[in-house]
């Protein structure tokens, strides 16, 4: 089943292009979103004033990258919340908000319980999810299936992937529908989303140095990411999977947080990864978070920037650059994602640990 692999998990990473590519099929066509899938909440879409997304781990770092995306396409407001938290703090919600859940599984009973809870409230409930007829989807309005293929290790890789796609499609969508963006930004965004998937591809032919890496940081106690604007989910993310793979603290914050608390904690040797914006990102984000990196250099730490092909801003003070090939910068995390998927792996892989079935751990948590 594993089909030559080592692990589920490395052939799972193998397929995030094809997930992203799966997910977009028949939904991006001729530089336009066709989203079929939202018919039953077509009429009741034009009066939605809110967006609130619900999730759990993995699948709601997919949505703060949806987040930032259907806002700024869209201008619609959009609220991410855990969906254990959510359920439980007497939100504010009525007919005019859409509630969208995201989940690989379908069946983990947070997340359930938060989509009925939101449906009998009055709100509209759009699911995003990976397992066809599982019970989420059954309790909501409408469903946007991600095109993954099943997951088996217990870890969430290509799930994320194509959750990410599915989230700019919906932004797209709704920017269609209220006229935000015109049809040529429109068309470029969504050219510029199909060569994602053929982008994964180079972006996983640097497997071996990121194995050489882990290998060298085996017996690491503690790992820091730093990321800002869309490099902030995925920053949250490289954290979660070394916790969860490797059992290794590890952390994952906004880059414009560490002056506020967490520069405190730099010392020499800390490992530090940074997901460096592009520096064509029109917010400037870029050469902020190049000093950040000079500032936690400065102080002894070692730092693996994740950095854009030909930004050469960040190579006089990164140990090691890992590069990923330009996209639209909202589309990059879905690139910058690959390498921190891999580090988490080989790292476990590194101190002989099951890749695929981590302590402790479930692959669909059906309790709440
Ligand atoms: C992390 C991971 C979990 C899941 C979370 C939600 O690698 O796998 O954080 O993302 O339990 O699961 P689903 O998407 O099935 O609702």
Known sequence: ?????????????????????????????????????????RERLLTVNRIIIIACGTAAYAGILGKYAIEQWSRLPVEVELAHEFRYRDPVLDDHTLVVSISQSGETMDTLMAVKYAREQGAQVLSICNTQGATIPRESDAVIYTHAGPEVA??????????????????????????????????????????????IERVLETGDRIKT????????????????????????????????????????????????????????????????????DPRSLH????????????RGARVIAIAEEGDAAVLPFADEVLHIPLASPLFEPLLAVVPLHIFGMELAAAKGLDVDQPRNLAKSVTVE
Request: aromatic fraction near 6%.
């Open 154 to 199: 217990v870890a969430s890789t290509k799930a994320f992937v194509a959750q990410g796609t599915a989230l700019f499609l919906l932004g797209l969508h709704l920017a269609t529908l209220r006229g935000t963006l015109s049809s040529e930004a429109i068309a470029d965004l969504v050219d510029d989303l199909k060569a994602i998937p053929e982008k």
């Open 287 to 298: 050469p902020k978070v190049v000093s950040n990196i000079q500032e936690i250099r400065a």
């Open 213 to 280: 890496l882990a290998g060298w940081m085996a017996d690491t106690r503690s790992v820091l990411f730093l990321g800002r604007h869309v490099g902030y989910p995925i920053a949250l993310e490289g954290a979660l999977k070394l916790k969860e793979l490797a059992y290794i603290h590890a952390e994952g914050f906004a880059a414009g947080e560490l002056k506020h608390g967490p520069i405190a904690l730099i010392e020499p040797g800390q490992i530090v990864f940074v997901i460096v914006p592009s520096p064509r």
């Open 1 to 41: 089943e594993k089909g030559g692999w080592s692990s589920f998990m490395a052939k799972e990473i193998s397929e995030e292009p094809e997930a992203v590519a799966k997910t977009l099929l028949g939904r991006a066509v001729d530089g336009a979103v066709h989203l079929d899938d939202l018919d039953p909440i």
